[in-house]
């Protein structure tokens, strides 16, 4: 039987149907439009299509995590940010605070503890935040942002008054916190706001299958797509053979049958005989690029034998394990 899947690509594209102009425009509308695809690329007739995502994905190895980096420390939920919302006003509620809704858009609210309140009084001195009282109450702004993964959320606190010089213990005692009161609502976190359902949205980290190099596209910082991507190797499993951070380099070995067997992100550095070339251990170079859309991560294969199809099972593993 003729193999007739491909034809479509040597299809000829034919002259534009030409009606009446009094004719009903809706009526030559396409009844299943096919989305327009930027930078697609055609594969070659030996390519095999890579395995799809593992199920479940998109959630999180940690349904709540504390993430930090030199100069940020946030609350990371495996839940979108319409969940977390109302989660977040019922936790300051709780501890006898006072929230107001500054720009829900943007995911911001504004949060008043009193003094006059014992429970918010009792709370400031738990947390150690006593000298950033004033006019006898503590205020914080807290943002609600989409996390990588598209149904995942970050949350920030800033105390007002406090330095933003790099996370402190304060901010690391309250995020832990709050990270608690979520765990033990469980089925609670249920309700969803409407009010808050625009801070959500699509993955902010995307493949790109360019025509000339597949890349992911991550909306982030440089220095927190740096730090994602060591994390998503390391949850990969993913030797690491050497890192140069002034470059954006990753030298890792990604082998895609024997990858797993591997239990240590550094594993790479003890393997093999000490004359061993360092070249030889690694034949991948994962490269960070800072671009107009944010960052682009792309596998540059360093050894003979390894090419497009284990650029992209490579990429796929990366963006299952970002986070």
């Avoid at 858009?105 to 006059?116: D, F, I, S």
């Avoid at 550095?269 to 070339?277: A, L, S």
């Amino acid at each position: 039987m003729t193999d007739r899947s491909n034809q479509y690509m040597q299809a000829e594209r034919g002259d534009p149907l030409v009606v009446p102009e009094w004719y009903s425009s809706r009526r030559l509308q396409d009844r299943y439009p096919v989305p327009h695809a930027e930078k697609a690329f055609v594969a070659s007739e030996d390519f095999v299509v890579p395995p799809p995502p593992a199920p479940g994905s998109d959630l999180l190895q940690e349904h709540f995590a504390i993430k930090k980096t030199a100069d940020d420390i946030w609350l990371l939920a495996s839940e979108p940010p319409g969940k977390v919302w109302p989660a977040l006003k019922r936790y300051w509620e709780s501890i006898g605070g006072s929230v107001a809704e500054v720009d829900t858009a943007e995911g911001r609210m504004q949060v008043t503890l009193p003094m006059n309140s014992l429970k918010a009084s009792e709370f400031v001195g738990k947390m150690q935040l006593q000298s950033y009282i004033s006019n006898e109450r503590l205020q914080m702004q807290v943002r609600v942002q989409q996390g990588l993964k598209r149904l995942s959320s970050e949350v920030r606190v800033t105390v007002q008054g406090m330095p933003l010089a790099g996370p402190t213990p304060q901010q690391e005692s309250l995020l832990t916190d709050m990270r608690q009161y979520m765990s033990d609502q469980g089925e609670s976190l249920g309700s969803y706001s409407l009010v808050a359902q625009n801070i959500g949205g699509e993955s902010r980290v995307s493949l790109v299958e360019d025509a000339d190099q597949p890349y992911l596209r991550v909306d982030l910082n440089y220095d927190r797509a740096w730090f994602a991507l060591g994390q998503a190797l390391n949850d990969s499993r993913i030797p690491v053979i050497d890192i140069n951070r002034s470059e954006g380099v990753y030298f890792v070995r990604f082998v895609e049958k024997e990858h797993e067997k591997n239990t240590s992100w550094w594993s790479g550095w003890f393997g093999g005989e000490e004359e061993e070339k360092l070249s030889d251990r690694f034949n991948f170079r994962v490269l960070l690029s800072p671009a107009d859309d944010g960052v682009h991560i792309s596998s540059e294969p360093t050894s003979a034998g390894v090419g497009r199809q284990e650029q992209l099972i490579l990429l796929n593993k990366i963006l299952d394990n970002m986070s």
